[in-house]
T-cell receptor, first 114, second 112 residues
Framework: SAVISQKPSRDICQRGTSLTIQCQVD?????MFWYRQQPGQSLTLIAT?????????ESGFVIDKFPISRPNLTFSTLTVSNMSPEDSSIYLC???????????FGPGTRLLVL | GDSVTQMEGPVTLSEEAFLTINCTYT??????LFWYVQYPGEGLQLLLK?????DKGSNKGFEATYRKETTSFHLEKGSVQVSDSAVYFC???????????FGQGTRLTINP
């Protein structure tokens, strides 16, 4: 399985600011995904990051709030913009092995917004 | 749409007890089914998976069998350890779909 790293691992931010989270994979992958896990909750898919095109967002998530970049097949960023305390969550990236329909997850970024 | 329902937690057991965490699903076609585990302060790790009916996934002493007739994928372990304390997520991946659908998670605590 792919080795996935995320930066930062955690951060404490002030409301109204933005944070960019990086996701790096040790091999080229077609499919990358960004999830949010609110405290004590399950995972919710934010968007699918497509290389060479705009990300595909799930219902309830918009590009202005969660802009995503995917400059190549091993890297993606998620920005959480104009943060409020409700954005306090764990943000996880994942990659999919398409032949196996199996996703592998990064360690997550723990965000606290004050 | 596709959905996954897990037994409500939290679940607390003593070491060496038998574990079952129930998971049922609703999906069109024949999805792949997964159990992921999230240890405290960490991301999700794939625990096991099954891709077709009657397949049994197994790892680290955990097992789950894909039951098409009951649309279930219950997680079992014969003798749990304190180190198994974590949150367990059941998930499905529809055929040809591009995303996972997760259950709500079950927090498991094992006491010595």
């Amino acid at each position: 399985s792919a080795v996935i790293s995320q930066k930062p691992s955690r951060d404490i931010c002030q409301r109204g600011t933005s944070l960019t989270i990086q996701c790096q994979v040790d091999s080229q992958v077609t499919m990358m995904f960004w999830y949010r896990q609110q405290p004590g909750q399950s995972l919710t898919l934010i968007a699918t990051a497509n290389q060479g095109s705009e990300a595909t967002y799930e219902s309830g998530f918009v590009i202005d709030k969660f802009p995503i970049s995917r400059p190549n097949l091993t890297f993606s960023t998620l920005t959480v913009s104009n943060m409020s305390p409700e954005d306090s969550s764990i943000y996880l990236c994942s990659v999919e092995d398409p032949g196996l329909e199996t996703q592998y997850f990064g360690p997550g970024t723990r965000l606290l917004v004050l | 749409g596709d959905s996954v329902t897990q037994m409500e937690g939290p679940v607390t057991l003593s070491e060496e007890a038998f574990l079952t965490i129930n998971c049922t699903y609703t999906a069109t076609g024949y999805p792949s089914l997964f159990w992921y585990v999230q240890y405290p302060g960490e991301g999700l790790q794939l625990l096991l998976k099954a891709t077709k009916a009657d397949d049994k996934g197994s790892n680290k002493g955990f097992e789950a069998t894909y039951r098409k007739e009951t649309t279930s994928f219950h997680l079992e372990k014969g003798s749990v350890q304190v180190s198994d304390s974590a949150v367990y997520f059941c998930a499905l991946h529809g055929r040809g779909a591009q995303k996972l659908v997760f259950g709500q998670g079950t927090r498991l605590t094992i006491n010595p």
